[in-house]
């Protein structure tokens, strides 16, 4: 009987097979009769095994929706003051991401008009409002 945490020949060619078919370092030390997925991870970095995808699959990151365009300015960062709408309009990645600028409501960053869309009122269970 082979002791479980030796690495034969035998088990690493089938290591190699099964990490190329994308199995995870669990499935991997499973499949070899009892090895831990740290030992596998170890063996297949000491090997320097190809990396290969993230099992992890990852959407596609979607563009942020472009702010609403109520009435405003074009203030930069740097033009906003304490009492100025911080309200971001247009894309943050885009030369013209601006924000709204305009004088803010009392006790909050943005104006009347953004407050509105900023600030919708709680739903009540059932979906009343």
Same mark, same amino acid.
């Given at each position: 009987?082979?002791?479980?945490?030796?690495w034969?020949?035998e088990?690493?060619?089938?290591l190699?097979?099964?990490?190329?078919?994308?199995?995870?370092?669990?499935e991997i030390?499973v499949?070899?009769? !009892?090895?831990?997925?740290? @030992?596998?991870?170890g063996k297949?970095?000491?090997?320097?095994?190809? %990396?290969? /995808?993230?099992?992890?699959?990852?959407?596609?990151?979607?563009?942020a929706p472009?702010?609403?365009?109520i009435?405003?300015?074009?203030?930069t960062?740097l033009?906003?003051?304490?009492?100025?709408?911080?309200?971001?309009? !247009?894309?943050?990645?885009? @030369?013209?991401?601006?924000?709204?600028?305009?004088?803010?409501?009392? %006790?909050? /960053?943005?104006?009347?008009d953004?407050?509105?869309?900023?600030?919708q009122?709680?739903?009540?269970k059932?979906?009343a409002?």
């Amino acid at each position: 009987m082979q002791n479980e945490g030796t690495w034969t020949d035998e088990r690493v060619s089938r290591l190699k097979e099964l990490w190329s078919q994308g199995k995870t370092a669990s499935e991997i030390g499973v499949a070899l009769g !009892g090895i831990s997925r740290n @030992a596998v991870i170890g063996k297949v970095h000491r090997l320097k095994l190809s %990396g290969r /995808p993230s099992p992890i699959k990852h959407r596609p990151i979607e563009q942020a929706p472009v702010s609403p365009t109520i009435g405003g300015g074009t203030a930069t960062i740097l033009a906003l003051g304490d009492r100025s709408c911080k309200w971001p309009m !247009g894309d943050p990645l885009s @030369a013209e991401f601006h924000f709204c600028g305009k004088s803010a409501a009392p %006790g909050v /960053p943005y104006c009347a008009d953004h407050s509105t869309l900023a600030y919708q009122p709680k739903r009540l269970k059932g979906g009343a409002a």
